[in-house]
Each structure stands twice: as C-alpha cells, then as structure tokens.
C-alpha cells in the first residue's frame, strides 16, 4: 500500500468518526481526500455490481445452457419413442397384412376345394343320370321289343287258326249265283262264282308295327 492510500484511509476514517459533530469547512486536503475515498467506494461498487452481473449473465447462460440439454435430452427422448412407436406400428401393420393374406389364400383354397367337390358331386350325378336314362331306354326297347313279339305271336296264332277253319269249312263252301227267271230270283250252280266270305269282321282290324328307337 502507498503513502497516498494510507493517508487516503486515515483521512477516511477520520471523517467518518467525526460524522457525529458539527458541520465545519474542509480544507481542500480533506475535500480531495474526501473525493480520492467517494471515487473508490464507486469504483468497488461499480466493480462489485459488474461483477455481481458477470455471476448472474453466467449462471443465465449456465441455466440457459442446462436447459437446452434438457430440451435436447427430452427431444431426443421423444423422438426415440416416436420412433419406437413407429417401429411398433409398422410390426403390427405387417403383421396384421400377412394374416389378411393368409386369410385371402385360406378362403381361396376352401373356395377352390368347395368348387373341386361341388363339380365331383356335379359329374357323378351326370354320370348317375346318364347311366338310368341309358338303362330306362334299354328297358324300354325291351318291353318295345316284347311287345311286338307278342303281338306277332298273336298275328301268327291267329292266322293259323283262321288257315284251320278255312281249311274245315271249305268243302261246305257253295259257288252259287242268283239270277232272274220269269221274274222271279233263282239261284244256281256257278264255278265261276266268288265265294261267301266266312267271316265278317264288323270291327275293321288295323296292325301297326311300333318303331323300334
């Protein structure tokens, strides 16, 4: 410390000790003294609110910096369970996909084999269809073919007995015309005569052979 500031500080607290008494006019000495001591108790609380201000800029700057990693953590933080969540999403969506497509085959398969067993069940009962029209017709011809046997039987049955009373009655049978004699109607002998039928059929007899499909 130099001579200046120990007599500055003398000088200083002789004034503040006597604060208490009268006013008296200062030497110029004293005044300058006075001046040296107000100037210094400025410049170390100029000094002192600078830095005061410097603590409280920096502990700003150290809250402003805290905050911004905690903006950044918490960021960052949100951004990896975004894309977690995404992550998820997508997990689900491809899974729900696959099991639509599983789905979509699984109903085309069951489509195709109802389909494969609906045409089996349509074949066989063509086939079945088929197999009792084809016996139906059989049978028909058959009993077609029967009854025509039958019919001829008759035919032949009944022309051998009709060749049987024609042979029996044919001696019996007379070749005699009729004529006039003196107005009168006469029958004669005539060789050249057509004989009576034997037999009149009042009911005209039809035979028709069937066509045999």
């Known amino acids: 410390m130099s001579m200046l500031q120990e007599r500055i500080i003398t000088v200083a607290a002789d004034l503040t000790s ?10 110029w000495e004293e005044w300058m003294i006075k001046k040296a001591h107000e100037n210094r108790t400025k410049i170390e609380d100029s000094k002192r609110n600078k830095q005061i201000q410097l603590e409280k800029q920096k502990s700003a700057a150290t809250e402003k910096e805290r905050q911004c990693w905690k903006a950044q953590d918490s960021y960052e933080k949100w951004l ?3 894309e977690r969540k995404e992550q998820k999403a997508a997990e689900v ?4 996909t696959i099991r639509i497509k599983e789905e979509i085959l699984t109903r085309k398969e069951q489509l ?15 086939q079945l269809e088929e197999k009792y029209k084809q016996q139906r017709v059989k049978e028909e011809r058959v009993r077609s073919l029967k009854n025509i046997e039958h019919r001829r039987c008759q035919c032949q049955d009944a022309y051998k007995e009709w060749i049987r009373k024609t042979a029996k009655l044919k001696s019996s049978i007379n070749c005699t015309s009729y004529g006039y004699s003196n107005g009168i109607l ?3 002998y005539d060789s050249s005569a057509k004989p009576q039928p034997l037999f009149i059929n009042p009911v005209p007899w039809h035979f028709e052979i ?3 499909p």
Do not use: C, P
């Open 186 to 188: 006469t029958s004669y």
């Open 18 to 27: 006597r604060k208490g008494s009268a006013k008296r006019t200062l030497t």
């Open 80 to 82: 990896r369970s975004l």
């Open 112 to 126: 195709r084999t109802n389909v494969s067993a609906k045409y089996d069940e349509w074949i066989t009962n063509k």
């Open 210 to 212: 069937e066509d045999v």
């Open 93 to 96: 969506h491809a899974r729900k």
